[in-house]
């Protein structure tokens, strides 16, 4: 019973990291044109189980390739959810499984407004970069400088940086 017990306790976890993610990744983004509630439920629950399986069996040596397949499932024809709202899904679904434990540090870290507007402190080039606009190369360059400034400022990892990072400015707030 106990081991049941354990499952559901990180089945429910991993429920609502995925609730929040999606959240994160589509509250401020249309996402939705003329889509039914039925289409809208089927294209979550399609982007979950993705999800769920990619962290399931977490790899960061496969992260890039996760990302890869998750940006690319399709809502209707030829509309997807692209590299920024994919890389916000799967990057803070690594993030809050990582914290608690469930998976090995994360490959990426998670690209959003604040995370720009401090890379873009070295590069003010960066500052142009919408997290919900960017297209790969835009995203391989951010994810490049995140490693950079990890590696200057001695975290293990750009995913530490960027957890140091948001928790510095969001208690300041």
């Not at 496969?62 to 997807?80: A, D, F, G, N, P």
């Not at 590069?123 to 142009?128: D, I």
């Not at 970069?129 to 490693?147: F, G, P, R, S, V």
């Not at 590696?151 to 969001?170: G, I, R, V, Y």
Request: hydrophobic share 35%; with cysteine.
């Amino acid at each position: 019973m106990e081991g049941i017990i354990e499952q559901k306790k990180k089945d429910f976890l991993m429920e609502q990291f995925f609730l929040a993610a999606w959240s994160a990744a589509v509250r401020r983004n249309k996402i939705w044109s003329n889509e039914t509630e039925v289409d809208k439920n089927d294209f979550i629950k399609k982007v979950w189980r993705k999800v769920k399986e990619f962290i399931e069996n977490y790899s960061p040596e496969k992260h890039q390739i996760y990302l890869e397949e998750l940006k690319k499932l399709e809502l209707k024809k030829h509309r997807t959810l692209g590299i920024g709202k994919a890389q916000k899904i799967l990057n803070l679904m690594c993030k809050y499984c990582w914290c608690v434990g469930l998976i090995s540090e994360p490959a990426h870290l998670v690209i959003d407004s604040q995370i720009i507007n401090e890379l873009a402190k070295d590069n003010m080039e960066l500052s142009k970069i919408k997290w919900t606009k960017m297209n790969d190369k835009d995203y391989k360059k951010l994810i490049n400088t995140a490693q950079k400034k990890a590696k200057d400022q001695n975290c293990s990892s750009s995913a530490a940086w960027e957890l140091q990072t948001w928790e510095s400015s969001f208690s300041k707030k």
